[in-house]
C-alpha cells in the first residue's frame, strides 16, 4: 500500500495519519478547510480535499467520521481496501454487506 485516504481528519483520523505518514502518502479528506490547512501545515497530509471521491485514487480509505458518516459513506467509497474506526460496528457490517461488494473491509475500534 502507498495511499492512505483518511477521511475524517479529527483526531483519531490525523493521530493515525500521523503514524502512517512515514511509510504512505497521506490524503486528508475533510469538509472544514480550517482542518485541511491544518494538516498540510502539521505536515500530516501530502494532499487535501473536501471531495470524497478523491479518495478513489488511494489504495485504502479509513473512515474516520462518526458512525452515522460511516453508514452514508461506505458505500460511495471506491478503493481496494475499506476500514473504520467507528465505535460501534453492527450497522456498519449490515450496510457493507447490503452493499455486495467484494472490497475487503476492517471494522476497528479507536482504542
Known sequence: MKKLAVIGFGQIGASLAGAWKPDLRILAIDRDPDTRRKARERGLADEVSERIEDAAGADAALLAVP?????????????????????????????YRATKRETPYISLHPL
Not at 461506505?74 to 481496494?80: A, G, M, Q, R
Request: proline letters at 7%; hydrophobic letters at 50%.
Open 67 to 95: 458512525v452515522r458518516s460511516v453508514i452514508e459513506l461506505l458505500p460511495k467509497i471506491e478503493t481496494p481496501l475499506l476500514l473504520d474506526v467507528a465505535s460501534t460496528k453492527g450497522a456498519l457490517v449490515e450496510t
